[in-house]
């Protein structure tokens, strides 16, 4: 017997927090509505299994996270840069937190699969190393690994970023 009402209860309460993992990792609503979706019907088949698990939500994490792989191979599509990234204004406002999230997306594009992954789940879902690793599928020191490559890699790709990040420290008591 399938647990209807518990897969729905399990989805309203999970579904902002996954819609905001699946945006960050594919890049735009579309692809993200997507990917969640096919997630969703993929952990719904699943339920009777998953609602026994010690934590169902890190399965469905970790159906998202491969989902989002899986699609990228099967596209095997390159991304190519625009324009010079816009400056960033000195004023705190609505805009220049809109180019700063435009940059973060174009960067994390710019990631591989793997260490588009790695920075969502560690930075954005507040996932450890080992959760990290467990969701991936992965040893805690490829986590380790990938991360220090994606980090290098955003600084490289959107040093605003990093500069960023410095002046909110400072602000910081």
Known sequence: MVDEEGFREFVRARLPRLSRAAYLLAGGHAQAEDLLQVTLIKAALAWPRISKAQ???????????????????????????????????????????????????????????????????????DLSEVDTAQAMGVTTGTVKSQTSHALARLRKLAPELAEQVEESMEVRP
Do not use: M, N
């Not at 937190?97 to 560690?122: D, G, N, S, W």
């Open 55 to 125: 934590d169902p939500e890190a399965y469905v994490r970790k159906i998202l996270y491969h989902e989002h792989v899986r699609t990228w191979r099967r596209r095997r599509w390159l991304e190519e840069s625009t324009d010079a990234v816009p400056e960033r204004g000195h004023a705190e406002d609505e805009t220049s937190r809109t180019v700063l999230r435009v940059v973060l997306k174009e960067a994390l594009a710019r990631l591989t699969p793997r260490q588009r992954a790695v920075i969502v789940l560690r930075y954005f879902e």
